[in-house]
């Protein structure tokens, strides 16, 4: 496993980023790898998960990716009950492996239609950088692999490989 300060640099170093902390935190009784990010251009938490993968390896250990104004700090060092709290409520989404094939088929067409190396069952189809071509090609791929019509709508709607598998069983 990588180190949170190997995180940190490799955050750090990519042209949106204006500054970067990572940090070990408790969630639901395990310890994961959070990061907190201040941008100097948009960029969104899953996209900067991944650039982290692509450069540091799948099994790197960051789990999510807090993008916020200013870094949250107590005593001059990150805060990470402040980044643990993000979690717990939500504002930083922690990436999740597939529960079941239809999860994990529809995973990866998402993945494959937008050149996506991991796309987790919660984020957010925007915030993987995900347009009405991929879009319109996410949607084929589904039709063709699951035999089952899914309108546009819907598709948007569900957002998250999570809530379109639910549509899809």
Sequence with gaps: MVSPS???????????????????VRHEGREVTVAAVE????????????????????????AGVL??????TTGG?????????AVADGRCTLFEDPRDEVERRVA???????????????????????????????I?????EFDRSIDVFEFMNAASVRRLAELLR
């Design 108 to 138: 990866q067409i998402w993945s494959a239609q937008m050149a996506v190396p991991a796309v987790g069952v919660t984020d957010d189809f925007l915030e993987l950088g995900g347009d009405s071509l991929s879009a319109l090609g996410i």
């Design 140 to 144: 084929a791929a589904i039709e063709t």
């Design 39 to 62: 941008l100097s251009e948009y960029l969104s938490g899953p996209v900067l998960r991944n650039h982290v993968r692509e450069r540091l390896g799948e099994d790197n250990g960051l």
């Design 67 to 72: 993008v916020t104004d200013a870094i949250p």
């Design 6 to 24: 190997e995180i940190s640099e490799v955050l750090s170093a990519h042209p949106g980023v204006t500054r970067a902390e990572a940090a070990v």
């Design 77 to 85: 060092a990150l805060d990470v009950d402040e980044l643990a709290a």
